[in-house]
């Protein structure tokens, strides 16, 4: 395997919400991936996990990239943008460009780059209709991207199967652990490696909830995720203002245990 190293960038998607460790730290589809490359490389395999929660695009880019780069990786994911595409402020022509001069430059230092079509997540969401066509071209952009610098492309969005809520986590916004698992299936998929079948099976779709049922649940939703949202947006915080990255620098993983 020619991955010694490997160095994940990005937001909460990238972090691991909401699939959970027993400590309540978050796992998610990257710490998946680099346990399986650690099996395949041995005992000097090294991985970092720079993603925050509540990241845009330009923070990714100013506070992730240049560490990522410093450490000279032999594999770097790029994840970014999907905050983006929620905010009224969201400019898609100088996304678009950035993130094109991001990925030529994470490609010009000698990795190897994993991109990200996203799956389709609007169809649980208010907004649809001013979202949808955002993502549409965010993910149309990623593809062009992708094959423009040769990077390797993981397409979510090509995989009705995420159309399932069990793959999504209450919030509706971010994968279930189920979710991360299917996602790390696709990325060892994409890189040539093998990873465990059960991290590709899909829960059963749920039955259809009853109308009266599905709009106390959308209140329910609305009052415990939708809320807090808005009003960080109102207020210009972020659920990720008090996070640092978990895993800021290149280290052995699984980490080796305490003497």
Known sequence: ???????????????????????????????????????????????????????????????QVPA?????????SFAAGGNDVLRRSFDPDRLVSRFDEVVAELR??????VLFRFADVMARLPGQRLIAPRVALLNRAVGETAERHGAILVDLYADDTYLNP???????????????????GQVLTALGVGCDEEWLLVPPTPAPTPWLAARTADLRWAGRHLAPW????????????????????????PPLPKS
């Not at 010009?108 to 780059?113: C, K, R």
């Not at 986590?169 to 994968?175: A, P």
């Open 1 to 63: 395997m020619r991955w010694g190293n490997f160095v994940a960038v990005g937001d909460s998607f990238t972090e691991g919400l909401d699939d959970p460790y027993p400590d309540g730290s978050f796992r998610g589809w990257a710490d998946l991936v680099a346990t399986r490359l650690a099996v395949e490389a041995g005992p000097e395999f090294r991985y970092a996990n720079l993603a925050i929660r509540g990241r845009t695009f330009p923070n990714v880019v100013a506070e």
């Open 68 to 76: 990522a780069l410093a450490m000279k990786p032999d594999l770097i």
């Open 108 to 113: 010009g230092g000698g990795a190897d780059v």
């Open 166 to 184: 069990m793959l999504w986590s209450t919030d509706r916004l971010h994968l279930s652990p189920a979710g991360h698992r299917r996602v790390a």
């Open 230 to 253: 808005i009003k960080r947006r109102l207020t210009g915080r972020s659920s990720g203002d008090t996070i640092t990255a978990k895993r800021p620098t290149l280290t052995p993983f």
